[in-house]
């Protein structure tokens, strides 16, 4: 069974450091990894998918790396910004299976 | 372009009562999910529709939870006999295609509380 697991649970980080949200999965045998970020009473924003045959992805500040063999992806974030502040969730896609598998989400906070 | 669109935002009900939940999937995407936030329990499956295809049940917690998507669109989820234990935040996803490789946009989602 795919287990998913985001480290740490919680974050909070003084204005402009650069940071790392991890994420790792029991099962390697993923189509894709989807990142997201869900702001308090609000919805799901998908920030980057890696498909399993890239290694990493670039959307403005931030860059995700995925290592299929030790089932593992990071989010760094540059530069940090108080809007950055929210909960970042990851999510896979099996190879069998068409459905998300989240993990719990990193709580993260950004201290002006 | 409209994203997902879901309605209403906020449902509060009685224990033992029905709940409709609404979404409308961005226009052309023919792949729509369904899950659940639940507080403590982080995000969960429920149902997928894709095309004109049966729906992948899998997910659905118990009977009392149904779902159907009318001319390839718009979906409800249905609950029965609501539980306190359906509270939840009910989110719906749509992706172009089966969502393999493409990625699932969220709505809003749906705050259900059951007093």
């Known amino acids: 069974k795919q287990e998913v697991t985001q480290i740490p649970a919680a974050l909070s980080v003084p204005e402009g450091e650069n940071l790392v949200l991890n994420c790792s999965f029991t099962d390697s045998a993923i189509y894709n990894l989807q990142w997201f970020r869900q702001d308090p009473g609000k919805g799901l924003t998908s920030l980057l998918l890696?498909?399993?045959s890239q290694r990493e992805q670039t959307s403005g500040r931030l860059n995700a790396s995925l290592d299929k063999s030790s089932g593992r992806s990071t989010l760094y974030i540059a530069a940090s910004q108080p809007g950055d502040s929210a909960t970042y969730l990851c999510?896979?896609?099996?190879?069998?299976?068409?459905?998300?598998?989240w993990g719990a989400g990193t709580k993260l906070i950004i201290k002006p | 372009g409209a994203g997902v669109s879901q309605s209403p935002s906020n449902k509060v009900t009685e224990k033992g009562k029905d709940v409709e939940l609404r979404c409308d999937p961005i226009s052309g995407h023919t792949a729509l999910y369904w899950y659940r936030q639940s507080l403590g329990q982080g995000l969960e499956f429920l149902i997928y529709f894709q095309g004109n295809s049966a729906p992948d049940k899998s997910g659905l917690p118990s009977d009392r939870f149904s779902a159907e998507r009318t001319g390839g669109s718009v979906s409800t989820l249905t609950i029965q006999r609501t539980q306190q234990e359906d509270s939840a935040v009910y989110l719906c996803a749509s992706s172009p295609q089966r969502g393999l490789a493409y990625e699932q946009y969220f709505g809003p989602g749906t705050r259900l509380t059951v007093t």
């Open positions: 999510a896979v896609v099996k190879d069998s299976n068409y459905q998300l598998i």
């Open positions: 890696i498909q399993s």
